[in-house]
């Protein structure tokens, strides 16, 4: 949390010391979205959601989904995908994280987006989840026949 709070504060005293070049108008010569943004400012400007690890493996599953979607669209950098996202888990979920990011060796100080979302599903989507769904699916009915059936 002091890491978004610097990162603030660092982009705000670019944007104040740092004006647009403008026109004989006062107006931007600059197209919007061609300024040096601080991504992580422009990330916590956004509406996202959050997380706190209740809920049902579905909503870990939206969330999730939510999370890649944003990112993507975004154009966060791989190696800034990590820490994007966990800025956004909270309570039990953010606790959760820093245990696991603790644990890890000095070598893995940078865990990777495919680490981050494997111990997330493993945490908040079980395969023990997806299993007892499946197999719900499997036992519905239409009529006289089976889902793969029909």
């Known amino acids: ?8 504060q660092q982009a705000q005293a670019h944007a104040t ?8 108008q006062g107006m931007m010569n600059e197209p ?15 509406h996202s959601d959050t997380f706190n690890g209740t809920g049902t493996p579905i ?12 990112l993507e669209v975004m154009q966060v950098q791989p190696a800034q995908k990590v820490m994007f996202a966990t800025i956004q888990l909270k309570g039990n979920a953010g606790i959760w994280w820093e245990n696991v990011r603790s644990s890890l060796p000095p070598e893995q100080a940078t865990p990777t987006w495919e680490f ?3 111990r997330f599903i493993e945490k908040y989507y079980p395969t023990s989840y997806v299993e007892r769904m499946e197999n719900a699916l499997s036992k519905l009915r239409q009529g006289n026949k089976t889902i793969q059936d029909y």
């Not at 949390?1 to 603030?8: I, K, S, Y």
């Not at 919007?32 to 956004?46: E, K």
């Not at 939206?62 to 979607?69: F, N, P, S, V, Y």
């Open 116 to 118: 981050f979302e494997t």
């Open 1 to 8: 949390m002091q890491e978004l709070h610097t990162l603030r």
């Open 32 to 46: 919007f979205g061609s300024r040096q943004v601080n991504p992580l400012l422009t990330w916590s400007m956004v």
């Open 17 to 24: 010391t740092t004006p647009a070049p403008t026109n004989a």
């Open 59 to 70: 909503v870990a599953a939206d969330w999730l989904r939510i999370m890649e979607r944003r």
